[in-house]
């Protein structure tokens, strides 16, 4: 089995920063794409960042130039630096990652648990 961690979630105020932690454990051979979404109350889950195994990254446009999403592959682990914190990026952040398992030809999507991050004064 395998399973996502995430770390790092709280209140912080508006202008401030947060770094959040995904760490994968289990039965892994490779992972490819990793990534965070959000899901913030009354609204549908959404994307707000994605590294591949080679270092791509993808952003959403309402966090670019303020989060910066980067990944350790030897630790199998994907952090998401948040700046410039506003109220609007309140919502349970999830981790995810696309594992190809071993002895196995396809790659499985999982999912962490999600982590709260609240942005208030």
């Known amino acids: 089995q395998v399973q996502l961690v995430e770390s790092g979630g709280g209140l912080v105020q508006p202008g401030g920063s947060l770094r959040l932690s995904c760490a994968a454990s289990?039965?892994?051979?490779?992972?490819?794409?990793m990534g965070w979404y959000r899901q913030a109350p009354g609204k549908q889950r959404e994307l707000v960042a994605a590294?591949?195994?080679?270092?791509?990254?993808n952003y959403a446009d309402s966090v670019k130039g303020r989060f910066t999403i980067s990944r350790d592959n030897a630790k199998n682990t994907v952090y998401l630096q948040m700046n410039s914190l506003k109220p609007e990026d309140t919502a349970v952040y999830y981790c995810?990652?696309?594992?190809?398992?071993?002895?196995?030809?396809?790659?499985?999507?999982?999912w962490g648990k999600g982590t709260l991050v609240t942005v208030s004064s």
């Open positions: 590294i591949t195994s080679g270092g791509s990254t």
């Open positions: 995810n990652a696309d594992i190809l398992p071993p002895y196995s030809d396809y790659f499985v999507d999982y």
């Open positions: 289990g039965s892994i051979f490779s992972i490819n794409a």
